[in-house]
C-alpha cells in the first residue's frame, strides 16, 4: 500500500513544476537579411499545424492530451486547458484500479512512459535564455552554465530523465512516422479499443458513470482524429470531464486508506479554485507583454482605459488611444476614405469603416511572399500594392510569435516584410505604439516612436503591437 501510494505522489508531482517563467530580452531594431530559397510557405502548416506540433504524426497525437494542459504547442490563455485534468484524471484511473496489481502497476509504467515521452518534446522557458528545446541546439550550452535558479536545477535531470527513457519511442517515430504514415491511425484505435476496454470490463461503474464515460472517450477519440489540435473543437470534453472528476470522487469507494470525504473535499476545492481562477483570467483585458510596470500586473481584471470609457469618463477615441497608443489620427485618415488595406497578423479591425470591403488579410504572409518573389525590390512590391489600389499596410507586430515551425517560415516572412518597409521611400509611418531607444552621434540617448532604430545599436525598449503605414 505505502509503495502504492509513494508511486501515485512521484507521477503527480512529476506533472508539476515543469517549466520556469520567462523574462523579457531587448530586442535589436535592425531588420534581417533572409534567403528566398529557404522559405518553405505553407499556410496550413503555419497556421492550423501550430495547434497540433510538429512531432512525428504519430507523436503528434499521442503527445495532444500533455500539450494542451502544459501549453507545450501554442501558448496563450486561448488555449489554456489547465492542469486540472492532466493530475486529476490519471489519479482517479490509479485509485480505481489499485486492488488490481497488475493493471495497475501497468498503468503506472505507461503514465511514467507517457509522462517521459512528452517531456521529450517539451522546452524549458529559463529566467535568462528564453526558451530552449530539450536536447536542442542550445541545451548542452545551458547544462554547463554555473548559475541556475532553482527550478531550472529540478527541472533539467527531470527533463533529461524523459528524454532517455523516450529514446526507444523517438527512434520508433523515426523509423515508421514522420510527416505521414501507415500506423498512427490502427494504434489511435487500438488506444481507443483499449479504452472502452478498460471502462466496460475492468471499472466497476454505475449507468450513469459508465454512460457518461462512454461520452467522453468516443468525443475525445474524434475530437482527436479530426480536430487537428484545435482546443475550442473539443469545448465539450471539459464541463463533462469536470463532472467525470466530481462523480468519480464522490461516488467510487476508493479503499485507499485515505478518506473519502478528504478526497471529496480535496477533489472539490481544486476544481472550484481553478475554475475561478480560469474565469478571471479569461475575462482580463490586460497584456502582460505590453506593461512595462510589472508591478501593476494583476491588480485589476480590466484595463482602467476600458473601465473609464463604459462609465462615460473618457470618450472613444481617448479609450483606443490609451488601448493602442498614438493610434487616433492614423484611424481618422484610414476613416475618411475607401481605399483598400492591406493586413498583417491579427491586428483589430472593428473601428475601420467598411472593414469586411476594405480589409484584405494576410495572416501567414504567403500572398506577400508571392509578391517577394515576383517584384524582387521593395519599391517595385509597394507600387505593386498601390497599382492593386491599396493604400495602407497594418501590421501586427507579434506576428512572428505565432510562429511554431521548426524552420521557421512564418519568421522568415515576416522579416521580409520589414525588410521592404525598411527606409523604404515609397511607405510613411503613421502611426505605432513600439518605442525604440536611439543613440545620437554625440551618444545622447533618446526614445521615439517607431518600427525601426537608426543604426545598429538602436534597441526596442517596448515592442508596441501595431504598425500602421501608408502607400505614398
Do not use: C
Not at 478528504?262 to 472550484?272: A, C, D, E, G, H
Not at 502582460?288 to 472613444?316: C, H, R
Request: glycine share 6%.
Amino acid at each position: 500500500m505505502e509503495a502504492q501510494r509513494s508511486l501515485i505522489l512521484i507521477l503527480i508531482l512529476l506533472t508539476m513544476g515543469m517549466h520556469v517563467m520567462a523574462q523579457e530580452t531587448e530586442t535589436s531594431s535592425e531588420p534581417l537579411v533572409i534567403q528566398l530559397d529557404s522559405i518553405v510557405s505553407d499556410d496550413k502548416r503555419d497556421e492550423v499545424q501550430r495547434y497540433i506540433g510538429y512531432e512525428d504524426l504519430i507523436f503528434r497525437y499521442i503527445t495532444l492530451p500533455y500539450d494542451l494542459s502544459a501549453n507545450t504547442n501554442q501558448q496563450g490563455r486561448f488555449v489554456d486547458l489547465g492542469f486540472t485534468f492532466l493530475m486529476l484524471l490519471p489519479l482517479i484511473l490509479l485509485l480505481l484500479l489499485y486492488k488490481k496489481k497488475k493493471v495497475f502497476y501497468t498503468l503506472i509504467g505507461s503514465l511514467i512512459l507517457y509522462l517521459a515521452i512528452n517531456l521529450s518534446y517539451s522546452f524549458m522557458l529559463t529566467a535568462n535564455h528564453g526558451r530552449i528545446d530539450n536536447q536542442g541546439a542550445y541545451w548542452n550550452d545551458f547544462m554547463t552554465i554555473g548559475k541556475k535558479t532553482f527550478f531550472e536545477s529540478i527541472s533539467i535531470p527531470i527533463l533529461n530523465a524523459g528524454h532517455w527513457l523516450a529514446q526507444p519511442f523517438r527512434s520508433f517515430g523515426k523509423l515508421y512516422s514522420g510527416e505521414s504514415d501507415g500506423i498512427t491511425y490502427p494504434i489511435l484505435i487500438t488506444i481507443f479499443l483499449l479504452s472502452l476496454l478498460l471502462i466496460t470490463k475492468v471499472l466497476r461503474l454505475s449507468r450513469k458513470g459508465y454512460f457518461m464515460a462512454l461520452i467522453y472517450v468516443g468525443f475525445g477519440f474524434i475530437w482527436l482524429l479530426l480536430s487537428s489540435g484545435i482546443i475550442w473543437y473539443g469545448f465539450l470534453l471539459y464541463p463533462l470531464g469536470y463532472v467525470l472528476i466530481a462523480y468519480f470522487y464522490n461516488d467510487s469507494k476508493f479503499g485507499f486508506g485515505i478518506a473519502p470525504a478528504f478526497l471529496k473535499r480535496l477533489s472539490l476545492m481544486i476544481l472550484v479554485l481553478w475554475v475561478i481562477m480560469a474565469y478571471v483570467a479569461r475575462i482580463s483585458n490586460i497584456n502582460a507583454l505590453q506593461i512595462t510596470d510589472k508591478d501593476i500586473i494583476g491588480k485589476g481584471i480590466v484595463e482602467n482605459n476600458i473601465f473609464q470609457y463604459s462609465t462615460g469618463m473618457i470618450n472613444a477615441g481617448q479609450a483606443r488611444n490609451l488601448s493602442y497608443a498614438n493610434i487616433s489620427d492614423a484611424l481618422e485618415k484610414i476613416n475618411s476614405n475607401e481605399d483598400l488595406i492591406y493586413r498583417v497578423g491579427t491586428f483589430f479591425a472593428f473601428d475601420i469603416k467598411k472593414n469586411t470591403e476594405r480589409l484584405v488579410m494576410d495572416n501567414t504572409l504567403s500572398q506577400f511572399l508571392w509578391l517577394v518573389k515576383t517584384f524582387g525590390d521593395k519599391q517595385e512590391i509597394i507600387a505593386a500594392l498601390k497599382a492593386s489600389k491599396f493604400r495602407y499596410i497594418l501590421v501586427d507586430l507579434y506576428t512572428q510569435t505565432l510562429d511554431k515551425t521548426p524552420e521557421k517560415s512564418l519568421t522568415q516572412k515576416y522579416m521580409l516584410l520589414l525588410n521592404t518597409l525598411y527606409k523604404n521611400p515609397s511607405v510613411q509611418l503613421l502611426a505605432t505604439d513600439r518605442i525604440v531607444e536611439v543613440q545620437g552621434v554625440d551618444g545622447s540617448i533618446t526614445r521615439k516612436n517607431g518600427v525601426f532604430g537608426d543604426t545598429k545599436n538602436d534597441k526596442i525598449v517596448k515592442w508596441g503591437s501595431y504598425a500602421i503605414y501608408e502607400i505614398r
